[in-house]
């Protein structure tokens, strides 16, 4: 797409993918526009190293706004707009599914309506960001553009509408509006109550004596797992083809959620063994014998995901994208450093609350 301007408007950009993208196209030399939504609390730790750049720009908005997204559209008349708000966390939306619809799908409808609205349907390239968790009840492994879906949660029942009304409002309107379907990407950004997070957080707590065990849902699920920094070059790819099209963004290679925790322990230095099945599953040190992982009940979910798996062959051959950039040991690895250095700086805090507690105890400090 040749296009003079370069003016990006990214919805979820506090988000760990906003993050990344908002850096990737900063680099490539685009004006980026980012929506927050107004609140008393800072959410904004990923995106702070970029404010005050001049060519970064933030607006407040929400998904559930139409008038507000109408009004940052109207103003900043983007070339590209990427849509990754979103409630984004499936135990989450079968506590609160009305709010995930209204946010997830008729929120995808107000950004295609704004645009369209707008007068910027010729102008205005759409990338929508959609979920692996749209095959669901999976019917074939691997997943790929064709593989029927078939959502199992409220998250995923929202996201196929999004889905399906850009698939809509590019027939009907003649928009370059498209989904990327995105398998399960993480990084040391990602949110800790997600279970990758959760796991390298606890490892790295555990390991340096801040927390005595990790308890998990379902250790058999299988995930597809890539580095969300590479993701958001596959975004960005997608918006410069010459034909909209959907596509699957994953790695082609499975791991359970299992794997993924014996290698986050590892990276520490702890070797674990599980013992027993289902609920009565355990995660012991080799070293000592102590249980530092166990399953609770309270993280299965009423209908449960356990075999995702994405086949890349499209986007590799038709975006030149190479989706094993990092490989799954380098994420881990990643994510791990990343948290072990940040307990450290816990503990540090933590220590010189403890000597200044005792030195106003003493008196030697007022």
Known sequence: MKNERKVAFITGVTGQDGSYLSEFLLEKGYEVHGMIRRSSVDFRERIAHLEGRPHFHLHYGHMGDSMALMQIISKVRP????????????????????????????????????????????????YQASTSELYGKVEEVPQNE????????????????????????????????????????????????????????????????????????????????????????????????KKAEDFVIATGVQHSVREFCQLAFRHVGIELKFEGEGLNEKGIDTATGKVLVEVSPDFYRPTDVVNLWGDPTKARAKLGWNPNKTSFEELVKLMVDHDMEQVAVERAGDQVRTNLAEYLEKGIVK
Not at 85 to 94: E, L, M, N, P, T
Not at 153 to 174: C, D, H, T
Not at 213 to 237: H, I, P, Q, T
Request: net charge neutral.
């Open 79 to 126: 070339t590209e707009i990427y849509n990754l708000a979103a409630q984004s966390h499936v135990q989450v939306s079968f506590d609160s599914p009305e709010f995930t619809a209204n946010v997830d799908a008729t929120g995808v409808l107000r950004v295609l309506e704004a645009v369209r609205l707008c007068g910027l349907t010729d102008s205005c390239r759409i």
């Open 146 to 241: 064709n593989t029927p879906f078939h959502p199992y949660s409220p998250y995923a029942v929202a996201k196929l509408y999004g889905f399906w009304i850009v698939k809509e409002y590019r027939e009907a309107y003649n928009m370059f509006c498209c989904s990327g379907i995105l398998f399960n990407h993480e990084s040391e950004r990602r949110g800790e109550t997600f279970v990758t997070r959760k796991i390298t957080l606890a490892a790295a707590r555990i390991k340096q004596g801040k927390q005595e065990k990790l308890f998990l849902g379902n250790l058999d699920s299988l995930r597809d797992w890539g580095y969300a920094k590479d993701y958001v070059e596959c975004m960005w790819l997608i918006l410069q083809q």
